[in-house]
């Protein structure tokens, strides 16, 4: 029998969380969960502690956000040697045979690939998170397994045996882009990544455009937001990342290009 490691990190969403969690434990599949709170003040820890008594609740230091939140989970799980590690988002909400359908696109890959979840928001049945290359064109699922190499995080499954070559995520990252520098290395390593044939769940589309471009804010307050690690857009992280997998000087362009749009949309 496969031993999975879900891998998720939280912050003030109790009751996504829980529900989250009542999904994932309706799965016919056991699992083990290794949960950050990071430094929640809404109860999140206790209640997950009252409610699934058998989680991992790893406690954050309120400055771990997605990204090192993701790592210090998986740093907690790799100690037992798992068959698998599933990265979950709390506010994603599998369907009853999400993991089965997921084990059984790994095990057609003899389980030296990554899998893949794509999301849909229950309102308008759009795609939240997905598979897609890296030119960014999404993939949606058609029933069959789709070659990607790019994706969001919010429920991968990754085999020992990727683990065992790629590691876990990069620490540098605070929130996004852990998932992408991810999904670089792991391609870097020769290692095929998947959207799976359907569907495994729902996840509300609530992105929002930046404070950081909210004309109301005072220039220097837009300034901090764009480098705080919710803006989806810090400029260090985005040269680390190009510097990283395409050298200096894509970096610095990527990261002029970042500047000039801010100040563009200031003016």
Known sequence: MNRIAVLITCYNRKDKTLKCLSQLFNQEILVDVFLVDDDCTDGTGDAIKDYYPTVHVIKGDGLLFWNRGMYTAWTEAEKFDY??????????????????????????????????????????????????????????????????????????????????????LDYHYRHSLGDIDYARHVISEGIEIFLAPKHIGICLNDLKTPKCFDKSLPLRERLRILHSPLSYSDPREFFYFYKKHEGVLSASLHLTSIYLKFFIKSI
């Open 83 to 168: 068959d698998f590690y599933l990265w979950l988002n709390d506010d994603t909400y599998i369907f009853s045979d999400s993991l089965a359908m997921m084990l059984e696109s790994s095990t057609k890959k003899n389980n030296k690939a990554m899998i893949v979840g794509a999301s849909c928001d229950p309102n308008d049945q759009t795609v939240t998170s997905f598979g897609a290359d890296w030119k960014s064109k999404a993939l949606f699922p058609n029933g069959e397994l789709q070659q990607c190499d790019a994706f969001g995080g919010n429920f991968v499954l990754i085999p020992r045996y990727v683990y065992k070559k790629c590691g876990k």
